[in-house]
C-alpha cells in the first residue's frame, strides 16, 4: 500500500467519520459481551437440573433471562447495524458526489483526462467496495481488541489453564492472519482480475458479433470462449486452494483452541486431570468456559473473514489517489446557463500560451472581429482545437489574455460567454435518451426546430429515422452515418441562434457532397451575421472563409 | 420470479454435477457445527454429572472426546472444500451462462446484432449477468444446503433427544427463518430494483456528462447535466439505504428467531429433564445443537436484499435467452444450390429497400451486375444507401422487394455455411478481438499457415507494422488496441481476404490512409484475388480510379 492511498484513505474516513459511525463499533462489541450472561444463565440452569439441590436459578428464569438477553443483543446488533450501514452510505454518497463535481469541473479538452468509462466504473463500482470496509472490517478489528481480553478476564478466576489455552493459541491467529492477509489480497486482486478478464472476453465477443459471422466462425469462436473460461477457471482455483488453506489453518487453530478447551474441562470435571483450576471447577462453570470458547475465536475469526475488504479498500483508494493527483487544468464557470454577456462579440488573444502534456502552445495575437469568417489551419497537434477550447472558455490559458465581448475571459464571464457561442464538436456524442434530448435542453417550438434542421442540411436525415426525433442513436452515433451526425450536430448549434460559430474540424471524414454542404450551412448562419471560427485542414473549407490564420505552433 | 426459476434451470442443465457437490459439502459443514456444539454440550454435562456421581473414572471419556477433536478438524476440513467446491461452482456457473449467451447473441438478426454493438447495452448486459452470480452462491445453494441440515438435524434431534424438543427447534426455526426471508424478498424487491436503475441511470448520465463535456457547456447545459448526475446520485443513496434496512430487519427477525428458539428448546428440556424423561445431558444436546442452526440463514440474508435486482437481471437475460430463433435450420441440411458458370458472381434486380422502420425507400429499384474478375466502386453522399447495398449483396438484411443472386442462384437459397465461403464483407466498423496478430487472422480460416498470413499482410501493406511490433505472435489488446486506426482497419481487410471469397465486398476500404498506401493496398487486394468480383462503397478518389467502373447510387435508377 503507498503512502498516497493511506492518505486517501485516511481522508476517506476523517470525512465519513460521525459520532454514530464511531460508536457503532463499540456496540458491536458489547453485543458481543452479552454472550458472557447469557452463557453464565444457560450453564447455571444445567448445572441446576444436574445438582437441584444447588440450583441457583431455576428453569424458567434462566430461559426468560437467556431470551430477554438474547433480544437485547439483537437489538444492540440492530442499532449498530444501521448506524454503520447509514454511516457506509453516506460516505460513499459523499465520495461520489465529489468525485463527478472534480471530474466534471476538468477542461473537458485536457489529455490526461482519463476515460470517461473508466471514471463511470470507479464512481459507481469500484467505489463501493469500500462499504464492507467500514461496515465489517473495522468494527470487527474493533471487536477483535476488546472483546477476547473480557473473555479472558472472564475465565481468570475459573481457571488458569483455559486462560492458558486461550492466550497461546489467541495470539497465534493474528500472526496467520498477517499470512493470510497476504495471500488473500493477492488472491482477491488475481481473481477480480479474473473475472473481469472473462467480462472483458465476453464483451469483446459481443462487440465483435458482425465480423464473426461474416468470417463464418461462430462455432470456433464459441469454442474459444469456452475453453477461455475453463483455463480461467483453473488458474482462479489454483489461486484460491493456496488463499483458503492458509484460512483454513486459521480456522484449525481456532478450532484446535475449542477442542482443547472441551477436553481439559472434560477430564477436570471426571476428576481425571484434578489440577488447572483454583480449587476445582464445577459443573457450572465447566459449561460457562466451554460456551466461552468459541466466543473467545469469534472476533479474531470474523476480522479474517473480513480481512479482504482492506484488500480491496486499498485498491480503490490507490486509484482514486491516482485519479486526483492527475487532475490538471479545470473549465473556466459551471457550464450553467445563464444571460448572455453584453456587447459587440469581438474576441481578443493577447500573448497566450498553455502547456500541454508537457509542450508549450503558443497562439499568435488575434482579433476577431463581429460577424468575421475565419479558417485556423496548420499541422495536426498545432493547437487548433486548443484554440477553439480556449476561446470557448472550455480551458483557461497558462500565459496571456483572451477578451471577448470588451471583458477578461475568466471563471465569472465564462458561462456569459458561452451563452452566445455554438459549437460543432468534431466527434459527435449523442446523449442518452432521444435525438431531441441532445438537440435541445428545453421545449423548441416545431417551426424552429423544423428551420435549423433545414439550415443544417438534415431535415432528410430525422426524416429518414424511424421515430423521427424520438429515435434513440448510439452514444457516437449508431443509426446515422458520419456525415448525418455531423448534419445533426449542426442542426443544433443552428437552434441555439449563436452569435459566434466554433466548429472543429467539421468536413473532416466527409465525402465532398457532404462536406459542401456542411459548408454552406456554416456559411449560411455566418450570413445571419454570427461570427466563424473554424479549425480545419481541408483547403477548399478554409478558401470559403473570410481571413485564413496559420498556426505555427512555434514554441 | 418465472424468470429467474428458467435461469436457475439453465445452471442446473449445464453445471448440475458443480452445484450438487457444492450444496453437499454445505449441508455438511452446516450439519458439522451442529453436531460439535450439540456433542460438546452433551460431554460437558455428562462429564459433570458423571464426576459429582464418583463415576469419573468408569465413564468412556475417549469416544466423546474423540468425536470433539474428530468433527473440530473435519468441519475445518469440510469448511475448506466447501469453499472450494462453492467457488467452483460458481465459476463454472459463470462461464456456462455466458457461453449460452454468446450462442444465442450469435445467431440474432443483422439489425439486432448492430443495435447491441453500443457500448451502454453491452455493460448492461455484462452487469446483468454479473448479478446472476449470486443466484447459485446466495440462493440456491445455501437454501438446498440449510433444507437438508434441518431436515437431518430434525431426525437427529427427535433420535437422541426428544421428539417434542426436534419439532420445537425445527419448526419454530424454519417458520421464523422462512417468514424472515420472505419478508425480505418482498420487502427489498421494489428498493433493490430503484437501486439498480439508480445505478445505471447515475453511469449513463455520468459518461455523457464526461464526454460531452464541451457540447454541454458551451450550451450552457453541463451544470443541469450535473444535477442530473447528482439527482441519479440520490436516488441510489436512498434506495440502498431502503435495501439494508430490509437486511437489517431481516437480521434481526433471525437472529431473535434463534434465540427464541433456543431459549424454547432450553425450556421443554429442562421440563422434560425435570420429569426424568430424558437426561440433563441430552436436554444439554439439543439446546446447544438448536444455537448452532442459526448459522445457516448466514449467506441467505444478502441473496434475498438483492433478489430484486436478480429478478430483473434474470428477466433481461432470459428474454434474450428464450427468444425464438429465427435463423432457419442449420445450413448442413440444405444443399448448396449449383452456381451458374455463366451468369454473373453478382447480380442485384430491382432491388428496393425502404429505410428501417419507415416506408420512405433508400434504394428503389436497383439493378446491377457484377463480374468475376471486375470491380466496381460505389459512389454517392453520405446517407444514399453504400451500406445497405453491401449488406443486401453479403444476405446479412433482406430486400423488400426485387432479388439478389449470387453465381445466377437467389442468395435466400444459400446455405449461411457455402455463402460466407463465397462472398466476405469487410464491414464500415469491423472489430478486433485481444490476442495476437496471427490469432486475429486465424479467424477467418483456422488452417492458416504463417506462410499465408505473411503474404496476405504483405499485400495490405502491414509487413513493416506488424515486424516492428514483433511479428506474427505480436499481441493486440482490447478491441485490437496497439494498432492505429488505420493499421487495424487494414488488418480486418487482410481476413476478409484470406477468406479467399470469389466476391469481396469492401466499405470504404482505405478510410485514413495516404494515398501511396490506399493504392498498394488496392493493388494488393487484386494481386491476392485475381478472380474475384470486388464491390467497393467508397467517396474516395483513389478508390474510383483503381475501379473499373462506377455505381451511381443517388441517380434515380442506378443501373450499370
Known sequence: MTETSKGWLAGFYAAARTARLESAGWITAAASLLWLPQAALVAAVIAGLLDPASAQVGPLAGTAGFAALGLVR??????????????????????????????????????????????????????????????????????????????????????????????????LIPVFMALVGMAAKEASARQLAEVGTLNTLLLERLQALVDIRLLAASSRVVEGFRAAAEDLRART?????????????????????????????????????????????????????????????????????????????EAVAEEMAALEAGRGALMLGAGAAVAPLPGAPEIALRGVAVQIAGRWLRLPDLTVAPGEALALTGPSGVGKSTALALIAGLQAPDQGEIRVAGQPLGPDTADAWRARLGWLPQVPHFLAGSLRTTLSAGPVAPAAMAAALRLARADGVVARLPRGLLARLGETGAGVSGGEARRLMLARVALAAPQVVLADEPTADLDEETATEVTEALLALAAGGATLIVATHDARLAARMGRVVALEGAV | MRALRAILRRMWRAERAALLRGVALSAVVLMAGVALLGLSGWFITAAGLAGMLGLGLVFDVFRPSAGVRMLALGRTAARYGERLITHDAVLRVLASLRVALLERLQRLPYGQMLRLRGAQTLNRLTADVDALDGVALRLAMPLAAGAV???????????????????????????????????????????????????????????????????????????????????AEARLHSARDQVNRVERRAGFALSVTVTLAAAGALWLGSGLAQAGQISVAALALGFFATLALGEITGPLRRGMADLGRMMDAARRVERLLAAPDPAPAPAAAVAAPRPDPTAPALAFAGVSLAAPGSSRPVLDALSFDLAAGECVAMTGRSGSGKSLVLALAAGLIAPDAGRVLLAGQPLADWPEADLRARLALLPQRAALMRGTVFEALALARPDLTEAEAMAVLEAVQLTGVVAQNGGLSARLGDGGAGLSGGEARRLTLARAILRRPQVLLLDEPTEGLDRPTAEAVLRGIRHELPAAALLIASHRAVEQEFSDRLLRLDQAAATT
Open chain 1, 74 to 171: 439483537a437489538g444492540l446488533e440492530v442499532l449498530a447495524a444501521r448506524w454503520l450501514m447509514e454511516g457506509a452510505e453516506a460516505a460513499l454518497s459523499l465520495a461520489r458526489r465529489d468525485l463527478v463535481a472534480a471530474e466534471t469541473a476538468r477542461a473537458p479538452k485536457d489529455p490526461s483526462r482519463p476515460a470517461a468509462a473508466a471514471v463511470a466504473a470507479l464512481a459507481s463500482e469500484k467505489l463501493a467496495l469500500l462499504g464492507p470496509w467500514l461496515i465489517r472490517l473495522r468494527p470487527a478489528m474493533l471487536r477483535a481488541r476488546v472483546v477476547p481480553l473480557a473473555i479472558l478476564a472472564a475465565a481468570l478466576p475459573l481457571s488458569w489453564v483455559v486462560v492458558l489455552i486461550f492466550v497461546v493459541s489467541g495470539p
Open chain 1, 237 to 313: 482455483m489454483a489461486v484460491l486452494r493456496l488463499a483458503f488453506l492458509s484460512s483454513a489453518v486459521l480456522e484449525l487453530f481456532s478450532a484446535i483452541g475449542v477442542a482443547m478447551v472441551a477436553v481439559y474441562v472434560g477430564f477436570h470435571l471426571l476428576g481425571a486431570l484434578g489440577w488447572g483450576s483454583w480449587g476445582g471447577l464445577s459443573v457450572g462453570e465447566g459449561i460457562f468456559l466451554i460456551l466461552l470458547a468459541p466466543a473467545f475465536f469469534e472476533p479474531l475469526r470474523d476480522m479474517a473473514a473480513a480481512w479482504h475488504d482492506k484488500a480491496a479498500a
Open chain 2, 149 to 231: 441440515t434441518l431436515a437431518i438435524s430434525g431426525a437427529m434431534l427427535a433420535w437422541l433427544v426428544a421428539p417434542a424438543v426436534a419439532l420445537w427447534s425445527v419448526a419454530s426455526f424454519t417458520l421464523g427463518a422462512a417468514a424472515a426471508l420472505i419478508w425480505a424478498g418482498r420487502r427489498a424487491l421494489a428498493p433493490s430494483r430503484r437501486a439498480e436503475l439508480a445505478q445505471q441511470a447515475f453511469r449513463m448520465r455520468l459518461i455523457d456528462a464526461l464526454r460531452a463535456a464541451s457540447d454541454l457547456a458551451v450550451q450552457g447545459r453541463l451544470h443541469m447535466q450535473r444535477m442530473a448526475v447528482l439527482e
